[in-house]
């Protein structure tokens, strides 16, 4: 069964009030995703509905949409390259295997993935997080494929597919609904907005950090007993701006 | 942590969360195969089981209304048809050119087709039920000179048109269509008039159209200077070479 971190004994006085948990190579990514996915719903819905299309003249729309994608695909090789692209790969390996916690942590049901305490100790990302990423890249795996084949589809015929059309909106459909659950998660629910922090600033409170990330608070401060607690600026102490740079590797 | 350890019993008794967890899988990663595959899946059978995309146009016509069709205009607002102002020029290199009210064009003798209708874009609608008038009963009304070898179609959406050759134009499929799986035309899809070319993609089927002009000459279409194909036969144009 899931154990719960004992930090009772442990000198909280000395312990930072906020924890490392993205880097800013990792920040910049999910912006600059954040901002070329906003524009592609946004281009995508005028192209969509014509009611959206009196907006906006479907050729710019199109034009718009097109080039939003590319610049996705160069941020999301470029932003790693030339920033810390182990902290990204790091990451890109947690979300891809659940432990036994995390398996508990899905089984315990919303209401108790929702609440001020989670139902299992959870490592940087909960189980839910490693899943919504898996399927939101799995997602958008897919509409490269389906956009690819629709812009191609206009210069070559033979690459018309039937399904190319009502894949791309089935699965606009799919994302929206988990980015839409993500926003929510992040911006609004009271017990789960304080992560925001962590993807604005680089860092989150320790005190929801133990909450809802108990066995990740635990890995950094084995750590800081590793380096010793004297030992200044700690795996997780607030740095502001400064690069982290894989102080939370492990 | 970075290799999983599948099907190790679970150490239940750490008590704190500092040990290495008994176990890990792959499940995010299956997480994102599962849903590629899925896209994929669906991606195929799709493009196969026209069945199944009708099935599925019923579903996502919950979502977006309109049967599967996807409506475009070059121009914001569209054309509004007023039946009192309406009127049908035919004229050009022909005997006897005519002006039609809406009236008159309403009494002309229709003819019903049933055809599949083809987007440039990437999406169909099968078997849409149009009725109107047919080209050969034009062109026995107006009477084309000698000269005149091709047909400039003009729509209230300026400044689109399009142009087919008289052959083209003949084709026995095609119809200049007020009504659509039995109702009037709507806005949306070029009321009062359309042409109807199914051999051809939509983008040839002017739409909002109150004029046919036979030419002498000919003159590239709307999306034809914009990089279309005039010959725009579906599965034969616009990238495959007949």
């Not at chain 1, 190319?164 to 993500?182: C, E, K, M, Q």
Request: net charge negative; glycine share 10%; charged share 20%.
């Amino acid at each position: 069964m899931a154990s719960t971190p004992d930090t009772a004994g442990a000198p909280v006085a000395s312990l930072p009030a906020r924890l490392a948990r993205f880097t800013r190579t990792e920040r910049v990514l999910h912006w600059m995703v954040v901002i070329t996915f906003t524009i592609m719903f946004g281009t995508g819905l005028a192209l969509y509905f014509p009611v959206f299309a009196k907006l906006m003249s479907r050729p710019l729309a199109k034009e718009i949409h097109l080039w939003a994608a590319i610049a996705m695909g160069v941020a999301m090789v470029l932003v790693p390259l030339l920033g810390n692209l182990r902290s990204v790969l790091r990451s890109a390996h947690e979300v891809q295997y659940l432990d036994e916690d995390d398996v508990t942590w899905l089984k315990a049901g919303p209401v108790a993935q929702l609440g001020t305490v989670a139902p299992a100790p959870q490592g940087r990302f909960n189980a839910g997080q490693k899943l919504n990423t898996a399927m939101l890249s799995g997602g958008m795996f897919i509409m490269y494929l389906t956009g690819f084949l629709l812009w191609y589809g206009e210069r070559n015929t033979e690459w018309r597919m039937m399904g190319s059309v009502p894949v791309h909106d089935l699965f606009t459909i799919f994302l929206t609904g988990l980015v839409a659950g993500h926003i929510y998660l992040a911006v609004i629910h009271p017990t789960t907005r304080a992560a925001l922090r962590g993807m604005t600033f680089g860092d989150v409170d320790r005190e929801f950090a133990e909450h809802h990330h108990a066995k990740w608070v635990a890995e950094l401060d084995a750590q800081r007993v590793g380096v010793g607690v004297g030992a200044g600026a700690g795996a997780g102490e607030r740095d502001g701006d400064r690069e982290h740079d894989g102080a939370t590797d492990t | 942590m970075s290799n999983p350890v599948d099907d190790q019993p679970a150490d239940r008794g750490h008590e704190t969360p500092t040990e290495l967890t008994p176990w890990e899988r792959p499940i995010g990663r299956r997480a994102f195969i599962g849903t590629v595959f899925t896209g994929i899946g669906a991606l195929v059978l799709l493009s196969r089981a026209t069945g199944v995309t009708r099935a599925l146009d019923k579903v996502t016509e919950a979502v977006k209304p309109g049967g599967g069709w996807r409506i475009y205009a070059v121009q914001s607002p569209m054309p509004v048809f007023d039946p009192k102002s309406f009127t049908l020029k035919i004229g050009g290199e022909v005997e006897n050119p005519i002006e039609l009210s809406w009236d008159e064009v309403s009494e002309w003798m229709s003819h019903k087709k049933t055809s599949d209708f083809h987007c440039v874009t990437g999406w169909s609608v099968m078997d849409v039920r149009w009725e109107g008038i047919l080209p050969k009963d034009i062109i026995d009304r107006v009477k084309p000179k000698k000269s005149a070898k091709f047909v400039t179609m003009k729509s209230l959406e300026e400044p689109y048109v399009d142009q087919v050759s008289m052959e083209q134009f003949l084709h026995s499929d095609n119809v200049l269509a007020h009504t659509m799986d039995g109702e009037p035309l709507t806005r949306e899809h070029g009321s009062p008039l359309r042409m109807v070319m199914p051999q051809m993609y939509g983008y040839k089927g002017v739409k909002w159209l109150n004029e046919l002009r036979f030419d002498t000459k000919m003159e590239l279409g709307y999306w034809e200077v914009r990089g279309y194909d005039a010959d725009a036969y579906v599965g034969k144009s616009n990238g495959i070479n007949a």
